[in-house]
């Protein structure tokens, strides 16, 4: 089983940044895509951004610009760096992650973690 554990999130003022970290554990042959998406209350959870094991990224439009995302292979972590924080942006935080185990590919989440920032 793959597990992912989550951090970084918290409180901070508009024009603020955060780090969030998601680390993957467990019996992986290899990590495809790792992703972060978020989701708000009354709302849907989308997708913020996604790094291939290429390296290729894909943003959200809300967030190009503003947010950056970032893999470590000898870790099995994936990053998202946060900068000019909008309130627009609180909500749960969520990691996910794509690859390959021994007994076949997987899909994991992360637990969530919560970005609230403050006007």
């Known amino acids: 089983q793959v597990q992912l554990v989550e951090s970084g999130g918290g409180l901070v003022q508009a024009g603020g940044s955060l780090r969030l970290s998601c680390a993957a554990s467990g019996s992986i042959f290899s990590i495809n895509t790792m992703g972060w998406y978020r989701q708000a209350p009354g709302k849907q959870r989308e997708l913020v951004a996604a790094i291939t094991s290429g390296g290729s990224t894909n943003y959200a439009d809300s967030v190009k610009g503003r947010f950056t995302i970032s893999r470590d292979d000898a870790k099995n972590t994936v990053y998202l760096q946060l900068n000019s924080l909008k309130p627009e942006d609180t909500a749960i935080y969520y990691c996910?992650?794509?690859?390959?185990?021994?007994?076949?590919?997987?899909?994991?989440w992360g637990q969530g973690t919560q970005v609230t920032v403050s006007s």
């Open positions: 996910n992650v794509e690859g390959v185990r021994p007994i076949g590919k997987f899909r994991s």
